[in-house]
């Protein structure tokens, strides 16, 4: 049975993307190199992070943090699971601010957690990333995207590449200097060199489309 480590050595990431993309690689020295997310060196509970990245879903940072900070209030704990959101309703929920959606969504995932669908951090290492995605898209509100910032930020896994991203995509536009951002299957067949890193590919396109609208920081991720 293979593990997978979390993590992956970012110099080798940024020595072989470079050597196999002179587009990216003039990119790469522009910005230089990146760091490894610190999400890969600090543990943390499947469940709990899928239910806070469905509270964030559509919201600004801070509205989201707000509406997180009045729904621990509301259950007595900072721990986000099926027995600590059953000690309130939905309309305590409602009154948090959480929408409608995003209470079912909640009630969706504690009741996949009671039965065991949802792999703990022990299991993960142990499956590929693609059958962990597979394992958490029936979620209600959890999309495949989720599931890649969880692969991408938390656990360090090297090879993935969230195509439907809106920054990845114009930043894979920039670098091929093309007139409209690919789509995700061009976006994909683009990718092929990058592998097996397509993660620090990534990492590297979301700086390059926040050069392209002049930020002075790059954006934050959902699981930054």
């Known amino acids: 049975m293979v593990r997978h480590a979390r993590g992956f050595d970012v110099e080798s990431a940024f020595e072989h993307l470079a050597s196999r993309d002179r587009k990216l690689a003039a990119w790469m020295k522009r910005i230089g190199p990146i760091a490894a997310p610190p999400g890969w060196k600090k543990s943390f509970d499947p469940v709990d992070a899928l239910a806070r990245a469905i509270l964030f879903q559509q919201l600004s940072g801070k509205a989201a943090s707000t509406i997180v900070g009045r729904v621990e209030t509301a259950i007595g704990s900072v721990r986000l699971h ?6 309130v309703d939905d309309a305590a929920l409602r009154g948090c601010g959480v929408s409608g959606n ?8 504690a009741r996949r957690e009671l039965a065991g669908e949802i792999p703990s951090l022990r299991q993960m290492p142990y499956m590929h990333h693609d059958d962990i995605v597979q394992a958490l898209v029936p979620i209600r509100g959890i999309g495949r995207w989720t599931v890649e910032m969880m692969l991408m930020f938390r656990l360090g896994r090297p090879d993935v590449l969230p195509v439907d991203d809106l920054g990845v995509r114009k930043g894979a536009q920039r670098v091929d200097k093309l007139e409209q951002a690919p789509s995700a299957k061009e976006l994909q067949a683009r990718s092929e060199r990058w592998g097996p890193y397509r993660t620090y ?3 590297y396109l979301w700086r390059i489309a926040d050069f392209a609208v002049a930020a002075k920081a790059p954006t934050n991720r959902s699981q930054d």
């Open 102 to 109: 995003k209470a079912l969504a909640l009630r969706d995932l």
């Open 201 to 203: 590919a990534a990492l």
């Open 82 to 87: 099926a027995d600590t959101l059953a000690r």
